[in-house]
């Protein structure tokens, strides 16, 4: 033993570390002599104090180092973000505005008095302010609670305000779904007394308004009433005391099932359990105003007072929404509940009805009245009714974030952009700058005294800046500067006297170019709204009615142009006018053949051009003024003059260049005043010119156009000298390059196997053996379908029609006998050594892999197939091999941002796991509860991250790692034999389903099979 003296002294000499290594053996030798329970406390006690002096030292010489990000639950907005969140609050604030309101605003901050009691259970999510000078604060928890205070405090009996302002909530937050700690609210009230239930009902119009204009798909308004709540809590035998708590349980129906909601009633909260059941039988019903009907007669709710005057207040309720063309849009909901303490009579929750459960944000807006809320703060306890609404801006901003991510927005409003083409030209720049400044235009330009043209060009193209004003030394000595319109790059000469005034001309000025966008019906189901496949009936039932059409006798897809709704777009909102064409419906449709787009694109190309040419000469003399009207050609026009020629509707020419003498764009003249001027004369001539002058270079065109075809005609129609088939068929090295099967024999057994999945037919152009052969040679290789056509000479869709039929016989006939899951029995027989010294039990070796597939076009697919760990859009698969090397398991395909322990417990996995049977994964794969419930057991390399493994766990790691490696190599080498498995997928693969199978899905299950024929890449010494 030593002395405390002795023991400082002999640590003085050593490092902190040195100390804690020594201290701690110490401590463990004194825990294996089972010392005396003070000494060992007394040990680790200064172990800790050692500890704690390192991690200071550590600090110091850190220099006060921190992780930079923001602040759990908070978020920094880049400025495309903020183009999308200003937008939103723009559209919010006008309906708001639309409806009569004035806004106001209170601190962010209150007296922690005001704030508390008012939230119910949600209390402690108040953040409490350390004390800054003797009085106790807190950040304010939602901006109805300061308006209450406001209305006390200023005397105010009667307003009608809306505020949108910054809140805070100590929640665990969900950034993805919109939830986070500070977030915008943006409410509307109205204060004041009023006739019953007038203001309510409009707070629900404003909600709908809103969603609305946001063009967010369909919702849903959920409504109920606090006194419905209470009276039934009353009829049910609930003690008024429980009646708050009761009602936090029941509102969390909406996320969670109604067993959980019970147990919580009955178990945390003490309600006697046949009280919880006949509340159940209540709160599991909505509907509308039939179900308030129904109440009304139900002889337990009748005769609780309370429920009775919530009941006819909906009836009420019900009767204006019908007024306000709300109706449709609101649902009873008796499990809704609202947990804040001040709700007194009506609630109301607006949600999205075709939002996937799983990743969907939660309610997007809510309210109800508070009329007792202002008289808690009012020194004679005076109420003011009220009534608001609060719109959960920043989950409804996490949808449109996520529905616009790919398209481009603007984030400057820059309308000129200040250019020199020389050097020395700054002090000029400036002046311009200056002089648009004050004639109200957003001007801009570069920085730099001497900046390159080039750079300054491509600074408008990407910030989206309209016009470009050019300057160079022999423009400013001729007192002219170049206007340049940037996206169709038209340049024209401009007096430096006159700048502002054209520019505010050319800016306020709305010109129509004549460009024409096509619209597609509806089909149904529609898999952009999967949730809402009624909806999508309906309206594409709207679309042929006004039409005109049948939908049997639709064999082509048809399109409508832009110009027969009013907003030139079609909006998928049901209450909108463009919710179907509406506008000049006897010329609606037109084929959507290739060509026919094509000749339209001309037309708008060359109306574009007039427009500028006829702007760009109009003279400011009235007496020789002239307005020249471009019109596009309708699509229905040029329709019926590409019906004339009958080679225009062959397949092959639906990509051939136009001829304008067949048809051209209707160009009208119109004078204001008779006039035989030389200018009009003059115009008319440059303009026939410029016709003349497009046609000769289409003719050309169409010259070099013909000249290719018959070139390419030529090479097609070549003879083919060798037959790829007979070459590879007896060959077992050229069957393993083309196919990937280890002989030629394999080849003949798999045929023999399948060749009666597919029936005889003589009109064939390749036998069974040829067809078999070609699927093999597209998994193997994916060559294009235009390929395979050239080497077997047939046509590329019959190239398709044999690999599918092909894929399914495979696929249907050898799934259950090649992909077999054996017993643990039969597997001990010939299981490897590698695996019986240290695994004898193991039954499989399971991993997941990634495949990339091509972008989906509907923007909530892309946020589901996108995997952060493979930084693409993917599609994800569960796979599993025996120790013997073989396939035993695939899953389906999942979306790539399905974690591999949802894959695990969903893919039917677990369920081929019996008593006594171990499973080798990769440390990620957390599911041993799982397997464990099967009796079976889950092996997985150590993983620790607060301290270097141990000898033992080293080694139990190398070992599990030098076996379960087997399933990564069987992943790769499947992917290096089969190329289809490397992607990327194209979505017609991912999106054909039969018998709830995607092709996809049986490609792969196929690529299994076919490793499984070949031999085994684990050796078995």
């Not at 495309?80 to 209170?106: N, P, S, W, Y």
């Not at 972008?855 to 760990?869: C, E, G, K, L, V």
């Amino acid at each position: 033993m030593q002395c405390a003296h002795c023991t400082f002294v002999l640590y003085a000499g050593k490092s902190i570390a040195d100390q804690i290594k020594e201290q701690g053996e110490l401590v463990r030798k004194l825990k294996a002599e089972k010392a005396g329970i003070d000494k060992i406390t007394e040990e680790v006690s200064k172990l800790l104090a050692l500890k704690a002096q390192q991690g200071s030292d550590k600090d110091e010489k850190a220099g006060g180092k921190f992780v930079l990000k923001t602040a759990k639950g908070t978020r920094d907005f880049n400025p495309r973000q903020m183009v999308i969140r200003q937008q939103a609050f723009d559209k919010i604030i006008a309906c708001f505005k639309r409806h009569g309101a004035e806004t106001l605003d209170t601190p962010v901050f209150e007296l922690k008095e005001v704030l508390t009691g008012k939230y119910g259970e949600d209390s402690k999510l108040i953040y409490d302010l350390a004390d800054q000078g003797g009085e106790i604060l807190s950040l304010r928890y939602d901006l109805t609670v300061p308006f209450a205070r406001f209305l006390a405090m200023n005397k105010v009996g009667s307003i009608k305000r809306y505020q949108l302002g910054k809140v805070y909530r100590r929640d665990n937050p969900a950034m993805t779904k919109g939830r986070f700690r500070e977030f915008f609210q943006c409410d509307f009230d109205i204060a004041g007394p009023t006739d019953p239930m007038i203001p309510d009902v409009e707070c629900v119009r404003v909600v709908t308004e809103i969603l609305d204009s946001l063009d967010l798909s369909e919702h849903v308004v959920k409504i109920n009433h606090r006194k419905i709540l209470d009276g039934l809590f009353e009829a049910c035998g609930v003690p008024d005391t429980q009646f708050r708590a009761i009602c936090s349980s029941v509102d969390k129906l909406d996320k969670s099932p109604w067993e959980e909601v019970r147990k919580e009633m009955t178990d945390e909260k003490g309600l006697a359990p046949e009280k919880a059941d006949q509340i159940g039988q209540y709160v599991l019903r909505s509907g509308q105003d039939d179900l308030v009907e129904q109440l009304l007669a139900d002889p337990k709710l009748s005769s609780s007072k309370s429920a009775v005057e919530g009941l006819q207040a909906l009836k009420l309720f019900f009767r204006y929404a019908e007024l306000y063309g709300v109706k449709k849009r609101v649902k009873f909901d008796m499990s809704l509940a609202r947990g804040l303490d001040y709700y007194t009579g009506i609630i109301y929750e607006a949600v999205l009805t075709n939002q996937n459960p799983e990743e969907g944000v939660g309610s997007i807006a809510g309210g109800g009245r508070y009329d007792n809320l202002v008289a808690l703060f009012d020194p004679k306890a005076k109420a003011v009714p009220c009534v608001g609404v609060s719109i959960g801006i920043e989950r409804i901003l996490a949808i449109l974030e996520n529905r616009e991510a790919n398209l481009k927005l603007r984030t400057v409003e820059t309308q000129v952009y200040v250019a020199a083409a020389q050097k020395n030209l700054l002090e000029d720049r400036m002046k311009i700058c200056a002089e648009l400044w004050d004639n109200g235009i957003k001007t801009e330009m570069s920085y730099k005294a001497n900046p390159k043209l080039l750079g300054q060009l491509q600074t408008c193209e990407e910030q989206g800046i309209p016009w470009a004003i050019i300057i160079g030394q022999s423009e400013l000595e001729k007192g002219v500067v170049k206007l340049r319109h940037v996206s169709s790059r038209q340049e024209e000469e401009i007096e430096r006297s006159k700048l502002a005034d054209v520019l505010k001309q050319k800016l306020n000025a709305s010109i129509s170019v004549g460009v024409v966008r096509f619209f597609g019906i509806p089909v149904s189901p529609d898999k952009r709204y999967p949730f809402d496949s009624i909806t999508i009936h309906q309206r594409r039932e709207l679309w042929l009615a006004r039409l005109n059409i049948c939908d049997a006798n639709i064999k082509t897809k048809y399109l409508v142009c832009n110009l027969h709704f009013e907003n030139r777009a079609t909006i998928y909102r049901k209450n909108h006018p463009d919710w179907a064409p509406s506008v000049s419906l006897n010329k609606a449709i037109t084929d959507s053949t290739r060509l026919q787009r094509r000749v339209l694109y001309s037309y708008n190309r060359e109306a574009m051009f007039m427009n500028t040419l006829a702007k760009n000469t109009q003279q400011p003399n009235k007496e020789n003024n002239i307005n020249i009207t471009i019109h596009s050609p309708h699509p229905f026009e040029v329709n019926e003059n590409l019906n004339s020629t009958d080679s225009l509707l062959t397949e092959e020419i639906q990509d051939s260049p136009m001829d304008l003498s067949t048809s051209k764009p209707c160009y009208s003249v119109v004078d204001e005043e008779p006039s035989s001027s030389e200018h009009s004369q003059e115009l008319v001539s440059e303009l026939q010119k410029e016709i003349e002058k497009l046609t000769a270079q289409l003719e050309k065109m169409n010259a070099e156009y013909v000249s290719l075809k018959k070139e390419f005609a030529m090479y097609c129609n070549r003879p083919i000298t060798s037959n790829f088939f007979s070459k590879c068929q007896n060959s077992d090295k050229w069957m393993r390059v083309y196919t990937s099967l280890s002989t030629a024999k394999s080849f003949e057994i798999l045929f023999k196997a399948i060749q009666s999945g597919i029936p005889e037919n003589n009109n064939f152009k390749l036998c069974k053996r040829q067809q078999l052969f070609l699927t093999l040679v597209k998994l193997s290789h994916n060559p294009t379908d235009i390929d395979l056509a050239f080497r077997f000479d047939i046509s590329e869709q019959t190239v398709s029609r044999y690999f599918h039929s092909w894929i399914d016989c495979i696929y249907y006939k050898l799934k259950t006998h090649v992909l077999i899951w054996p017993l643990l029995s039969q597997l001990q027989v010939a299981m490897p050594m590698c695996f019986r010294r240290h695994y004898p039990n193991t039954v499989s070796i399971m991993d997941c892999f990634e495949t990339q597939i091509q972008i989906p076009h509907d923007r909530n697919d892309q946020a589901a197939t996108y995997s952060t760990y493979k930084s693409r859009n993917t599609v994800k698969y569960l796979i599993s091999a025996t120790p013997n090397g073989t396939i035993n398991f695939i899953s389906k395909g999942y979306a790539g941002r399905k974690s591999d322990q949802f894959i695990v417990r969903h893919s039917g996995y677990i369920d081929n796991l019996k008593p006594g049977d171990e499973v080798l994964a990769d440390k990620g794969f957390e599911v041993a509860e799982e397997i464990g419930l099967k009796g079976a057991k889950l092996t997985t390399p150590a993983f620790k991250t607060a301290a270097q493994l141990t000898q033992l766990e080293t080694e139990i790691s190398r070992q599990v790692s030098n076996v379960r490696i087997h399933i990564e190599r069987e992943i790769g080498c499947m992917r290096m034999k089969f190329d289809i498995m490397r992607g990327p997928v194209i979505m017609s693969n991912l999106n054909t389903f039969q018998d709830n199978v995607c092709f996809y899905d049986k490609i792969v299950a196929v690529c299994c099979i076919l490793s499984n024929l070949n031999p085994s890449i684990i050796p078995f010494e």
